[in-house]
Each structure stands twice: as C-alpha cells, then as structure tokens.
C-alpha cells in the first residue's frame, strides 16, 4: 500500500533525526489506517489479528525498559489497519535482521558501541519494501 510506504518514510526521517515518533504522527497514521480498512473493506477479525504482533513487541518493549521503543511498537500496532499479520511479520524479521546486521558493522568498525540506540522504523520500511519483493 503506497499509503503505508509513505507514512513509514515520514516517520523513518522523524525517527532518525529525533530518536522519537511523535504522537501526532501515530494519530494521523491511525485516521489514515481507518479510512483504508474501511474502504478495503477489511474484516474486523482481520484487523485484530494483525495487530498481534505489535501488542506483542509493545509489550516486549514494557518489558525490556525500552530497548524497543513504544513508538516502533505502536508503529507496528498500526500497521495491521493496512496489511496482513504476515505480512507485518515478515516486514518486522527482515527489518530486526537489517538492523542487527548494521548494528553489528557499526560496533565492528568502531561507529557505535552497545549502549547506541537506532531509529529502527527506516528498517522497518526496508523490511517492508522487502516484503512487497520475496511475498
């Protein structure tokens, strides 16, 4: 969906320049998401299964202290209300694979060290481009 793409890209240059989603973002995100189930057509059990996988990582992120931000969670969260359970699954394993992949080249080449936060939501697009690819 092109509408998802582009708000995964305005929030992925918000994330990297700020470390932070801001919630203004997430509520415009879930108004578009809406109008697009709706229009789609989607079924509400459809919906519901599709945000299983960001309740899961929101909470991942309680529980870790915030390792994973609940902005990248409810990122996620939203990104049911326009795709599948799978396909936000795959969009999520290539996207923690890419950045695990950068994160180890940036320690590796003395760039980061393991206390550096990224902004994970540019990798979550990538996973996502990805996704549209190999699915």
């Known amino acids: 969906m092109i509408e998802l793409v582009i708000l995964?890209?305005?929030?992925?240059?918000?994330?990297?320049?700020?470390?932070?989603?801001?919630v203004v973002v997430l509520i415009f995100?879930?108004?578009?998401?809406?109008v697009?189930?709706?229009?789609?057509?989607?079924?509400l059990s459809s919906v519901?299964?599709?945000?299983?996988?960001?309740?899961?990582?929101f909470a991942a992120a309680f529980m870790t202290k915030q390792q994973i931000g609940y902005g990248d969670a409810v990122v996620i969260i939203l990104m049911g209300l326009f795709v599948t359970a799978?396909?936000?699954c795959?969009?999520?394993i290539m996207g923690l694979s890419i950045a695990g992949v950068i994160s180890v080249l940036m320690i590796a080449f003395k760039k980061?060290?393991?206390k550096?936060?990224?902004?994970?939501?540019?990798?979550?697009?990538?996973?996502?481009?990805?996704?549209?690819?190999?699915?």
């Open 8 to 22: 995964l890209g305005i929030i992925s240059i918000i994330d990297t320049a700020t470390q932070k989603i801001p």
């Open 29 to 34: 995100m879930a108004g578009v998401g809406i």
């Open 36 to 43: 697009c189930a709706v229009t789609d057509g989607k079924a």
């Open 48 to 57: 519901a299964i599709a945000v299983i996988p960001g309740i899961v990582l």
């Open 86 to 88: 799978d396909v936000i």
């Open 90 to 92: 795959s969009a999520l």
């Open 112 to 114: 980061s060290d393991l």
């Open 116 to 135: 550096k936060q990224i902004a994970f939501t540019p990798f979550l697009l990538l996973g996502y481009g990805l996704t549209g690819v190999f699915l």
